[in-house]
């Protein structure tokens, strides 16, 4: 691989971490999200706080964490406490900026399905994991973020079941629903990024070097809208990528 | 009065067959000892309750204990689907009643602090509202918008696994403390095990460390390494291998049940468990120290 070749996880974690601020505090979870955050706080974002749902707070993983609960995210940490405070007292209280979130289906509206495939609840055609952090997270973090490769089957018109609010039935419906979360503010894919319009609806704002249109609208289950100002994302730096393959994750685990 | 005795005890005495369980421990701290005992001890029809099942219920639930699962996340963590208790819901074998993370910890809270049900937020993703009927809407009396109410769990059996603890029961754990004290407050009868047992003295070094008394606890087991594959903050770490060693185990029916024979229904108890994962992998799994600063309590 040439210095400047990069996989789709790069591209996708190397975006995501751009649209990290500094001085988030975000609600993380493991894998790729994990590498998003501690490559904006290495590189424009020094002040990032990192929250996981098993408690911790202002992690500073030594290592790779690999799963949401390793003993590395709780050594050196600023705080660590329970589940029930991590929900309550930092989620529901308002005390974070940013979730990163996943799911088998993502629809037009952003809406997340992480609990079954199929119509019927009780009769799952696919047992999914269910919601974990993700239903409160989606709907009290002020912003949200996807990460997920473009697929026809991850993006369905509409989510057989509606695991966390994305914009619901449109931007007007969550705004009823008075959920102090801003919602889905991008989903970012191996093709390129696609943003909430004024109605909610997912459309594709930019796009990743030598990806096309055509390929983002064959991989999307609706007919996907092309902002007028699609852009196209800047190429991942040599020092993002340095820092993702020699600092962050050193076997690659993540970053196929 | 000491109340440490043996964990086959424990599990004969604490244990009935259709009990509601909880074995404690976001990822870490997972009472796996206590897991593969009541396998050993053969008990049946359990309601088996865990935010994460973890390997730990799926283990249990290969092995025949479970008749309903409790849960609000069923994934093997950091590796992908935990296939028998998904199966078991694909294919209709096990009843479930699913609730989010923070829907599960409320349950706890309000079944810890001796509550009916705890309010929550509305999230506006209300599809497991209408799949769980137990998922209530409740009117503020003050006026404000309305909430979500979920009903309090207070499991017939807690398991919860702890660094230290004295032979009443008093616990110092630290880590990730996910929902051991819930789920010690909320639980009819208590067995913890610990990696140690020390003097009552020790304990009363550090009573800010003290998240479980022993006025809650029924039985105190001492049984060093009970987590593996999980871990112990300070004390060992986690097996990830075994994890995804699981991952393939857990493919096939027949792989699993050899896995139970060897490993659970062929060893006595924990100590042989651990004694045959053998060398290599106790040294994989060896922590090295980093200590706290002491704080200091004051002579008073």
């Not at chain 1, 190397?14 to 790729?32: I, K, P, T």
């Amino acid at each position: 691989m040439s210095p400047l070749a990069y996989s789709s996880s790069e591209l996708m974690i190397v975006n995501a971490s751009r649209l990290l601020r500094d001085g988030d505090v975000v609600f993380v979870g493991v894998g790729q999200p994990n590498l998003a955050c501690n490559l904006a706080k290495r590189t424009h974002a020094p002040n990032l706080v990192m929250i996981y749902e098993a408690g911790v707070i202002g992690a500073e993983p030594a290592r790779l964490p690999l799963s949401i609960g390793d003993p590395t995210l709780i050594s050196g940490a600023l705080a660590v406490c329970s589940m029930y405070d991590i929900f309550s007292f930092y989620l529901q209280r308002g005390c974070v900026d940013v979730g990163f979130m996943g799911g088998a289906q993502i629809d037009r509206f952003g809406n997340i399905n992480a609990t079954v495939i199929g119509a019927d609840y009780s009769k799952p055609k696919v047992r999914l994991p269910g919601s974990g952090g993700s239903q409160e997270i989606a709907a009290w973090a002020n912003r949200c973020y996807i990460m997920t490769p473009h697929q026809k089957r991850r993006f369905p018109e509409k989510v057989d079941f509606l695991t966390s609010a994305g914009y619901l039935s449109g931007r007007a419906e969550r705004e009823a629903a008075a959920l102090r979360g801003g919602g889905v503010q991008a989903v970012v894919t191996d093709l390129g990024i696609m943003e909430p319009d004024h109605s909610g609806e997912l459309v594709l704002t930019a796009l990743h070097p030598q990806k096309t249109v055509e390929e983002a609208r064959e991989n999307t289950g609706w007919p996907l809208k092309i902002s007028d100002d699609l852009k196209e994302t800047t190429p991942a730096s040599e020092q993002e990528l340095a820092i993702l393959r020699l600092e962050l994750d050193p076997d690659g685990l993540y970053l196929k | 009065m000491s109340k440490l005795i043996s964990l086959s005890e424990a599990i004969a005495s604490f244990v009935q067959d259709g009990d509601t369980l909880y074995a404690a421990g976001f990822t870490h701290l997972i009472p796996f000892a206590a897991g593969h005992e009541i396998i050993r001890q053969g008990k049946k029809n359990l309601t088996l309750a865990r935010a994460t099942p973890d390997l730990i219920y799926d283990q249990m639930v290969a092995a025949g204990c479970a008749r309903k699962m409790v849960f609000s996340y069923i994934g093997n963590p950091g590796v992908g689907s935990l296939r028998i208790v998904r199966s078991a819901l694909e294919n209709g074998r096990l009843e479930w009643e699913e609730y989010s993370h923070f829907g599960m910890i409320s349950r706890l809270q309000a079944g810890a602090t001796g509550l009916p049900f705890m309010p929550m937020k509305q999230t506006a993703a209300t599809d497991l509202e209408k799949a769980n009927p137990r998922i209530k809407r409740l009117t503020d009396p003050y006026g404000g918008p309305d909430l979500i109410a979920v009903p309090a769990l207070n499991p017939d059996v807690a398991v919860v696994h702890v660094q230290r603890a004295d032979q009443n029961g008093n616990a110092h754990l630290w880590g990730i403390i996910g929902e051991q004290k819930e789920a010690a407050f909320a639980a009819k009868k208590v067995i913890l095990t610990a990696e140690e047992i020390v003097d009552e003295t020790s304990i009363r070094t550090d009573p800010n460390r003290t998240l479980i008394p022993g006025l809650v606890v029924s039985a105190v087991c001492h049984i060093p390494k009970a987590c593996h594959p999980s871990y112990a903050q300070g004390y060992y770490d986690r097996d990830n291998q075994f994890y995804l060693q699981w991952d393939q185990i857990s493919q096939s029916l027949e792989n699993t049940q050899s896995w139970l024979d060897e490993w659970v229904f062929d060893t006595k108890d924990h100590a042989e468990y651990w004694h045959k994962l053998g060398r290599q992998v106790h040294n994989r799994l060896r922590v090295k120290p980093r200590q706290s600063t002491p704080v200091n309590y004051g002579e008073y």
